[in-house]
């Protein structure tokens, strides 16, 4: 506790663990009157895990709290509320069908009477005081996005709050929202408010920010005055690159941990960690790629070997995927901005960026799930924009989706759900033929090392298993292109691995294969080429061998390189 | 103490569920048989053993049973795709309305034209009777439940007002209309037991849905809607028209059980058909778990009810209401076993070992890299999640 007065808000070690996974590792934090602070990292990182226990929405399993000096329990949000506590979340949670004011009053509905006006005028004082014009009486569902955003800021500053918890508050705005809203933050904290600022955009938090905290794998890896940051140093932090420190920071991720993250994705460690101390700037091409590919495992030399040679070949045919300017417009900014990404025979292309930022959406519309705005989508030479699931699947898309549960019948046996796409290939008269239905899902649960029995019910089978179905349904029509979204996510690193050499055997049989992923050190071990996604328009298209984390940190971060 | 979702369930879960169903029921309702002034024992005696120590009984069982296999059977069709019709009552109203006509109208016809005109035109009629709320449905995305069961008071006044009106008998002035040509008659199956052919028809829809639901790819489409509407759409199938499909098939299997109880009971149309068979159709398709063979049990034993309650009131002064008092308690606690048997009670604070919570996952809110179990055992490692108290 430094000067006159105390910090408005400490936390001193915090720790949280799920499972095995230590999602906060002892952080400290200090947030003072007057003061933004932001939290950035990438996903995973522990950010939200830390705002929620702030919030007393979720219980650290150690540490403590004090706000100005007092150590206070949150177990619930009415406590970080009466601690003057707010937080604007990236969902809002306001009632659609009720104005403004009514919803203000929800906030502070107890027993007794509702005062209609007095509220109204509260709303309006709270509007004035963050420097925006609400309208008091306007149903929420008629606002924009923005504007229903300020009023969950005012609405959170109907509680005498001191400080304010903003995650992700831009990224759902466009651009002139998001001035507004920095002009609001700058309006609370003359005032000696604390403002908490999450957010992925490295030029936003060097804009608004007075001191910027990296969260890394659940640590604070630094904690430092945001005036003078580069962008490019905060990025490199981030995602754990060693850079060449101008302004003093060489904040870098240990070798045990390059190792053991090279483990997770299948690499032997040395090769990682050499290709990661190295700066891949500063390396021919040549060289850093034959590094990487020499002390790599057989399997994955062998298929890089091939994937260069019939990337080149290939370069003259028609593509597997090809997608083209493809625009979805939501009611804030668009979803999807002309997105064109093509994807050759023979070619794992990945797409980068931080969750958020089109990837659902470029999923669900490959996908035959949503319908795009504009633009085209091919499989070879087909044009599947305007087909349905099954056409799309006929013209040989294989669909892996990162919602597993929600591409399955969890009620359905394995049998059944293995042949649910295909079920007109095995009719017989206008029956199911059993026998042939039973050879094809015996021969399938060979091929992939499926582990349970056919007729259990799919929903008993854990996330390798069940990735493991999901994947030999789409396999098994070899598929002319492949979307693959997350396709780790949530497994072991066994399974991680039989997901990757399905995935580069596919792509060896002469396939495209297109991986969304957040996970940098999977598509940089995995693709040839890696496009990145920002507010859902493509800012970025680097040769996997060529890329650095850096340099797609950078990029995923909306910084041109 | 939470209760948390099994992960694994063993076969002998749902029948012993049922079992503790039965035994609640059975303690549930003492309490009112002994107010009403009888022993219970007795009294579950006449309701499920008697019924069916004689001949002229199974008789009445069956009979009893008829219309509510065809109403169980349209509900637990539209059910199993997740279309909820309600509506069963005034469909099954709308076929008896829609039999009769061809059974005042041409009353001259042969019972080989006869009969399978005025099925025909009573299974066109439920299905007319669904054709609203279905097409709300698809095209609007209205809820059905609301508008299949406001239908069904409209059926009932339809046929009062036909009754009252136009359909009022000639003979006698009341409000039952003439009765049906000779033609129109579903023979006793046996001869000089009530039974008619109705039931037959009944056991060909139950053994038809069961080959449907069982064999064929279509089946198989429905149960995906049903159970997982968006996983469904994202294999390619396509729900909103199955379930405008099943709603229609669910609408035309309830107006066969009407046209069926006037051509093979009542001969007639009057009010007195109206006794619920339709809302009964909806316990039926619950108890029977909306599988056929379900449906087909499930009926059977609330005809056995049914029957066993008006021979308990006869005999044991037993209000006969008290045979649905039975039979409605024997459906809420079965349904509840049935939800209940999905979790398993954890007492205490402590979290379970492989268990993990929505709260956890949620605020995560990120891949979580499980420490999957050996492979040995991965059939039992699914996620458990959980609900809180």
Redesign the interface.
């Known amino acids: 506790m430094t000067g006159v007065r105390p910090p408005l808000a400490e936390l001193r070690a915090i720790t949280k663990t ?4 230590v ?1 906060n590792d002892s952080i400290d934090l200090v947030v003072q009157p007057g003061e933004v602070h932001a939290l950035l990292g990438e ?2 990182a522990g950010k ?2 830390l705002t ?1 226990i702030l919030y007393g ?2 219980q650290p399993d150690s540490g403590e709290i004090s706000i100005e000096g007092t150590v206070r329990k949150m177990s619930s949000p009415a406590d970080a509320m009466a601690a003057g506590i707010g937080m604007v979340t990236q969902e809002f949670s306001l009632v659609g069908t009720m104005t403004v004011t009514e919803n203000l009053m929800l906030a502070g509905v107890g027993i007794g009477r509702i005062n209609r006006v007095a509220a109204r005028t509260r709303a309006l004082e709270a509007a004035a005081r963050i420097g925006v014009s609400i309208n008091p009486d306007a149903v929420v569902e008629t606002l924009s996005v923005g504007e229903r955003q300020r009023v969950e800021i005012v609405k959170a500053l109907f509680h005498d709050c001191r400080l304010l918890i903003l995650d992700e508050p831009t990224a759902v705005l466009v651009p002139q929202d998001v001035g507004m809203l920095f002009d609001s933050i700058r309006r609370l904290t003359a005032d000696g408010m604390g403002v908490i600022f999450i957010s992925h955009k490295l030029h936003e938090v060097v804009e608004i920010a007075g001191r910027v905290s990296i969260l890394r794998r659940g640590k604070i890896v630094a904690s430092v005055p945001a005036a003078g940051l580069e962008p490019r140093q905060i990025a490199a932090m981030m995602v754990g690159a060693e850079v060449v420190a101008h302004g003093g920071i060489t904040e870098a991720v240990s070798t045990v941990e390059a190792d053991a993250l090279a483990t ?1 994705i299948g690499l032997e460690p040395s090769a990682v960690s050499t290709a990661l101390v190295a700066p891949a700037g500063d390396r021919p091409p040549g060289v850093g790629r034959a590094t990487t590919v020499s002390s790599a495992t057989p399997a994955a030399t062998a298929s890089t070997a091939v994937a260069a040679t019939s990337g080149r070949a290939n370069t003259a045919s028609v593509p597997a995927l090809a997608i083209r300017d493809l625009t979805l417009r939501g009611s804030g900014a668009p979803l999807l901005d002309t997105v064109s990404i093509t994807v050759a025979p023979g070619e794992i292309v990945g797409v980068a960026g931080v969750s958020g930022n089109g990837q659902t959406e470029l999923v669900s519309v490959l ?3 949503a319908e795009p705005t504009s633009g085209s989508i091919q499989i070879g030479r087909v044009d599947i924009t305007a087909l ?3 056409e799309r ?1 006929r013209a040989g898309l294989g ?1 892996l ?1 990162e919602d597993r ?8 046996s394995v049998e ?1 759900n293995l042949v ?2 295909d ?2 290939t ?2 017989r008269g ?3 033929s059993r026998t042939r239905m039973r050879t094809h899902v015996h021969q399938l649960m060979q091929r992939f090392d499926i ?3 056919a007729t ?1 019910p799919i ?7 069940m990735q493991k179905v999901l994947l030999a349904r789409a396999l098994s029509r070899n598929p002319r292109a492949l979307v693959a979204s ?1 396709p780790t ?5 066994g ?1 991680c691995e039989y997901v990757y050499s399905q995935l580069r055997g596919l792509r060896d049989d002469g396939a495209g294969v297109l991986v969304i992923s ?2 940098l050190d999977e598509l940089l071990g995995l693709c040839d080429r890696i496009v990145v996604l920002f507010s859902g328009r493509i800012i970025g298209d680097v040769m996997a061998a060529d890329a650095s984390r850096e340099e797609l940190g950078l990029l995923m971060t909306g910084q041109a390189a | 103490m939470k209760l948390l979702l099994r ?2 369930e063993s076969r002998w879960l749902a029948p012993a569920a049922i079992g503790v169903a039965v035994l609640v029921t059975l303690l549930l309702t003492a309490g009112p048989i002994r107010l009403a002034g009888a022993n219970p024992l007795a009294a579950y005696e006449r309701y499920v053993i008697t019924p069916l120590t004689s001949f002229g009984g199974i008789g009445e069982v069956l009979l009893a049973s008829t219309p509510l296999i065809f109403t169980g059977l349209a509900v637990a069709i539209a059910f199993r795709v997740g279309y909820f019709n309600i509506g069963a009552e005034g469909q099954y109203l709308a076929g008896a309305i829609a039999a009769t006509i061809p059974g005042l109208y041409l009353p001259g016809l042969p019972a080989l034209l006869a009969l399978p005109l005025a099925l025909a035109a009573g299974a066109l009629g439920g299905t007319a009777w669904a054709l609203l709320p279905a097409w709300l449905k698809r095209r609007a995305h209205i809820d059905e439940v609301v508008t299949t069961l406001l239908l069904n008071p409209v059926a009932l006044l339809l046929v009062q007002g036909l009754l009252n009106g136009p359909w009022r008998n000639s003979q006698t002035g009341f409000p039952d209309s003439d009765s049906f040509g000779a033609g129109y008659t579903l023979p006793a199956i046996v001869d000089g037991s009530r039974v008619h052919w109705g039931l037959i028809i009944a056991l060909l829809l139950v053994v038809a849905t069961w080959i449907v639901m069982s ?3 279509l089946g ?2 429905l ?2 809607a049903g ?2 509407g ?8 396509h729900v909103s028209s199955l379930q405008w499909r099943s709603a229609l098939v669910s609408g035309a299997v309830a107006g066969l059980g009407g046209a069926s109880q006037v051509l093979g009971v009542q001969h007639q149309l009057t009010a007195s058909i109206a006794v619920g068979y339709g809302y009964t159709g909806v316990v039926v398709a619950t108890l029977g778990a909306l599988s056929a063979g379900g449906v087909l049990l499930a009926a059977l034993l609330l005809g056995t009810i049914a029957v066993g309650a008006q021979n308990a009131s006869v005999v044991l002064h037993v209000p006969s209401q008290m045979g649905a008092i039975v039979s409605s308690t024997l459906l809420l606690t079965v349904v509840s076993a049935m939800v209940a048997r999905h979790y398993r009670i954890v007492f205490g604070h402590g979290r379970v070992a492989g268990t ?1 919570t929505e ?2 996952i949620e ?11 050996d ?2 055992r ?6 458990e999640s959980e609900k809180v108290q």
Do not use: K
């Open positions: 799920f499972g095995a996974l999602a996903n995973g939200s895990t929620r929405l979720s997770s996908c035959g799930m349905g699931v099954v699947i669909r989706t549960r929600g591409s399955v019948i969890p009620n359905l059944q649910l796409e079920l007109d095995f009719r206008p029956f199911l582990r349970a029995n259990d929903r008993s089978l854990s996330g390798g298993n997350q996510r949530g497994l072991d690193v399974a957040e996970d | 992960a694994h064999f064929t790819p198989l489409r149960r995906a159970q997982a968006a996983a469904a759409r994202f294999s390619g199938i993990r709260d956890d605020a995560l809110g990120q891949p979580i890299r499980a420490p999957e179990a492979p040995a991965t059939s039992d490692t699914g996620h």
